[in-house]
């Protein structure tokens, strides 16, 4: 039998570097995008592809896309991990710059959805497939001050559903995962201040951070298609945060 294909966006770091290393020991050849081109190649393993590629460039991802199919032959899964939370200046709504807005918008919410329509006519063409969106429990309860990463994993969230929905029929399911505070260089900074670790702990029942291994074990379990009747769901791995 030969081996599943995963995508994975953004898999040069944190979450995705850790999904790219979980899915190749569950046996995936991997196609491994990110801005960072030289993360990627480090990602994808013996036999995986990997190029530089921004996720909310249209034709660069149409492209992409197109020749990692003809490359590779099929493509099972497509994890949408690519994302940004928008820098010290994305904060309130009326102190938001419009250009962070978009640029924030155009990672996590343009960027999956570029990705999802550039893979899809792939898995229709298999009849199956199984696009794993990266959302965020900022997707089901508003982050103070990061109004931009919210509404973006709100849409994120909502856009995995409409897939779930929408192809259903065809034999494509969509699922999302929605982490919680997870320790990665996009949160590092701020659990390097213990003042800000202990407010960010005190908010977890468990009574810890997450790893970005136990995202990447949750999308696992998702990518292995077992759980198959599963489609449109949000799977929390929060260590209960949002459950309080
Ligand atoms: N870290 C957390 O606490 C947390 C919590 C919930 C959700 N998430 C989500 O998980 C995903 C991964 O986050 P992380 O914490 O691993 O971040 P990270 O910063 O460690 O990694 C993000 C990766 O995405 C790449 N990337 C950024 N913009 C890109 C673009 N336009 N095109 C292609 N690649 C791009 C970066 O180069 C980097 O390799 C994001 O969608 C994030 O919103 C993170």
């Not at 046996?27 to 995986?48: H, Q, Y």
């Not at 709504?93 to 978009?102: F, G, I, K, Q, S």
């Not at 309860?141 to 995995?160: D, E, H, I, Q, W």
């Amino acid at each position: 039998m030969t081996a599943p294909v995963a995508v994975v966006t953004g898999g040069g770091s944190g979450i995705g570097r850790a999904t790219c290393a979980r899915l190749l020991t569950e046996g995936f050849t991997l196609a491994v995008l990110d801005l960072d081109g030289d993360a990627a190649r480090a990602a994808a393993g013996p036999g995986g592809t990997a190029r530089a590629l921004d996720v909310a460039d249209a034709p660069a991802v149409a492209q992409a896309f197109s020749e990692l199919a003809s490359a590779l032959g099929r493509i099972d899964v497509l994890v949408n991990n690519a994302g940004i939370s928008g820098g010290p200046t994305a904060t309130v709504c009326h102190e938001t710059p419009v250009e962070e807005w978009d640029r924030v918008l155009a990672t996590n919410t343009r960027g999956p959805f570029l990705c999802s329509r550039a893979v899809l006519p792939v898995m229709l063409a298999q009849g199956s497939g199984h696009v794993i969106t990266i959302a965020s429990v900022a997707g089901q309860v508003a982050f103070p001050a990061r109004c931009a990463y919210t509404a973006s994993k709100g849409a994120a969230l909502m856009f995995a559903k409409s897939l779930a929905v929408d192809y259903a029929h065809t034999g494509i399911r969509s699922n999302a995962v929605c982490p919680g505070f997870v320790r990665t260089p996009m949160t590092q900074w701020r659990l390097d201040i213990p003042e800000l670790a202990a407010q960010v702990e005190s908010h977890i029942p468990v009574g810890r951070v997450a790893e970005a291994d136990d995202i990447a074990e949750a999308v696992a379990v998702l990518a292995s298609g077992r759980m198959g009747y599963m489609t449109g769901h949000a799977l929390v791995v929060d260590g209960g945060w949002t459950a309080v």
